[in-house]
Every structure is written in structure tokens, then in C-alpha cells.
């Protein structure tokens, strides 16, 4: 069965930092992409960071959090991270790891609708 289970959220203050998680099952590592989004209240979800696994690894972040956040994976763990520092308010959101088995490039892995498995999400709130 396709699992991804996030962990790693909770609540920090402005300036701080977070280290999300994501567990996928075996099958689901073995995807082509795999990427963070984060859905706000009362806005769209909206795209994070992707590591795209069958190029390199090469990684694409949204501009929003280019030079602070880094996506990263272990493959002896099956486990994806995404490291958050200089956090800010702005950041305040539920944060959701996908996997996308097509293949592709930057900027199509920035449309949530290309990721077949997603997990259910980790909440991270940014106190100012």
C-alpha cells in the first residue's frame, strides 16, 4: 500500500526553524519527483520544494522560501525532509509531501495536479 506520513510540525516563533518529515513506503520512493506544498486558511495550496529523483536529484524551490528552506532525502531511510529556517508568520500553514510518478521538470512539478500520492499533512505555525 502507497503511504506518506508527515511529521515534524508544531509551533515556533519568528527566526526559528523546523525540520518536517515524510515516511513513504518503499513503492512510493521509487517515484520520479517528490515535493512539499502548503495550504494556508482560506487560500490554494500552494507549491513549497520538489527534489526531482530521476534527474540528479536536482531541486526547485518557490521564491517565497529560496535560501531558507532545503528539501533533502535519505534513501536508506525512504524518508524525505524539508529543513525550514528564518521562519516567518507567512509561513503559517499545513504542509503536505507528495509523490509524483511522471516524468518531467521545473516548473511542471509546481502544479499540485501532477502528484499521484499525498500524505495528510502537517501543521506549522509561525508565531510574530
Known amino acids: 500500500q502507497v503511504q506518506l506520513v508527515e511529521s515534524g510540525g508544531g509551533l515556533v516563533q519568528a527566526g526559528g526553524s523546523l525540520r518536517l518529515s515524510c515516511a513513504a513506503s518503499?513503492?512510493?520512493?521509487?517515484?520520479?519527483?517528490m515535493g512539499w506544498f502548503r495550504q494556508a486558511p482560506g487560500k490554494e495550496r500552494e507549491f513549497v520544494a520538489v527534489?526531482?529523483?530521476?534527474?540528479?536529484?536536482?531541486?526547485y524551490y518557490a521564491d517565497s522560501v529560496k535560501g531558507r528552506f532545503t528539501i533533502a532525502r535519505d534513501n536508506a531511510k525512504n524518508t524525505m525532509y524539508l529543513q525550514m529556517n528564518s521562519l516567518k508568520p507567512e509561513d503559517t500553514a499545513v504542509y503536505y509531501c507528495?509523490?509524483?510518478?511522471?516524468?518531467?521538470?521545473?516548473?511542471?512539478?509546481?502544479?499540485?495536479?501532477?502528484?499521484?500520492?499525498w500524505g495528510q499533512g502537517t501543521q506549522v505555525t509561525v508565531s510574530s
Open positions: 518503499e513503492r512510493t520512493f521509487s517515484s520520479n519527483a
Open positions: 527534489i526531482v529523483l530521476w534527474s540528479s536529484g536536482n531541486t
Open positions: 507528495a509523490a509524483s510518478l511522471l516524468r518531467g521538470s521545473d516548473p511542471y512539478y509546481r502544479r499540485h495536479n501532477v502528484y499521484d500520492y
